[in-house]
């Protein structure tokens, strides 16, 4: 219902400072398109998206193309949501945004505004396998059930770090306690996390975010020139 996703849409003061941040990590720029009046760039590793924006925009957002969002309007509205901003026109770009039980932002416009990225098998990101987004859900139940009204499916997940996974066909998401994760985070699976960490070192980067408490396996946080978390965490116990 909330069609394909397309970005995890972040507000960065200096792009080219996120940019260089993000190369280093292995991530590849996107071509982007003139949708935005604003500098606007995107960076990925082949599954997650990330749009840089430097302009004050609600973030961290989950952005969607639904492609003649006009006509579904009334579909939405049936749902009973609140939009925080309703962007529909002929002489604008279409866009929809409202918010989850747990305050996170879900955007969702028309049209895609970068191109598909290539990357080959040799691309890989120091990252390690992009797992999901992580957000806070103080009542997970209530944002599970959100969530699932989008066709998401939510289970409950031990694994690494407890949390309820709603997934889809184009994303992941998971719900979290506060108390393990206070801000929303991209969580990543890392074969060798001590050599990705050593390789990051060697790049300039050091990890710099509080790791959660209940992590059953080794961990490490990155935080991004604009202040986006990333959640390493091991692919397997030590």
Wanted: hydrophobic share 45%; proline share 6%.
């Amino acid at each position: 219902m909330l069609g394909r996703f397309l970005e995890y849409s972040v507000n960065t003061p200096d792009i080219r400072a996120s940019l260089d941040y993000y190369d280093k990590l292995g991530f590849t720029q996107a071509l982007v398109g003139e949708a935005w009046a604003h500098p606007y760039a995107v960076v990925t590793d082949g599954r997650i998206h990330i749009g840089l924006h430097e302009q004050a925009i609600r973030a961290p957002s989950l952005t969607f193309v639904k492609p003649n969002l006009a006509r579904h309007l009334a579909a939405f509205e049936q749902l009973g949501l609140e939009f925080e901003f309703s962007r529909l026109g002929e002489d604008v770009f279409n866009e929809l945004g409202w918010l989850d039980p747990s305050g996170h932002l879900i955007r969702l416009i028309e049209a895609r505004t970068f191109s598909p990225v290539k990357r080959s098998a040799r691309d890989a990101s120091v990252c390690g396998y992009f797992q999901e987004i992580a957000l806070p859900a103080v009542e997970r139940l209530a944002a599970k059930e959100f969530w699932e009204k989008f066709g998401f499916v939510g289970i409950d997940e031990e694994g690494s770090l407890p949390h309820i996974a709603c997934t889809s066909d184009s994303i992941d998401i998971g719900l979290y306690d506060p108390a393990d994760l206070s801000a929303p985070a991209l969580v990543f699976d890392v074969e060798d996390i001590g050599g990705a960490l050593a390789r990051l070192a060697e790049a300039g980067v050091v990890p710099c975010g509080r790791v959660p408490p209940l992590a059953r396996r080794p961990a490490a946080v990155l935080t991004a020139p604009e202040g986006t978390l990333i959640l390493l965490l091991s692919a397997a116990a030590t």
